[in-house]
């Protein structure tokens, strides 16, 4: 069975930091690239971070830049999002997906099935 899972969520006050995680099973996460998007309540799903294939390209959405950094560990096949500097409005469902390319869109192969995240005090 194909499947990413996201890990790492929780509770945590404002500037703090969290680190999630994506893993992998039933495939390789070697030759894809990976994105995190967030929705929050009553918001729509939007791009948080990618990296590329080959972990030699990233990018970030501006809310989040200078705060959160991607990587990737394909020897585990899990895939990273550190956390810092948290803020309430970062409060969302983090989900991770799997694809060809990096994309702002949802255009995905495979989700995994999300993590709460809630920055409050």
């Known amino acids: 069975q194909l499947q990413l899972v996201e890990s790492g969520g929780g509770l945590v006050q404002p500037g703090g930091s969290l680190r999630l995680s994506c893993a992998a099973s039933g495939f390789t996460l070697d030759y894809l690239a990976i994105g995190w998007f967030r929705q929050a309540p009553g918001k729509e799903r939007e791009g948080v971070s990618c990296?590329?294939?080959?972990?030699?390209?990233?990018d970030y959405a501006d809310s989040v830049k200078g705060r959160f950094t991607i990587s990737r560990d394909d020897a585990k096949n899990t895939v990273y999002l550190q956390m810092n500097s948290l803020k309430p409005e970062d409060t969302a469902a983090y989900y991770c997906?799997?694809?060809?390319?990096?994309?702002?869109?949802?255009?995905?192969?495979?989700w995994g099935q999300g993590t709460q995240v809630t920055v409050s005090s």
């Open positions: 997906a799997a694809g060809w390319g990096c994309s702002w869109s949802p255009d995905y192969d495979y």
């Open positions: 990296i590329s294939s080959s972990g030699g390209s990233t």
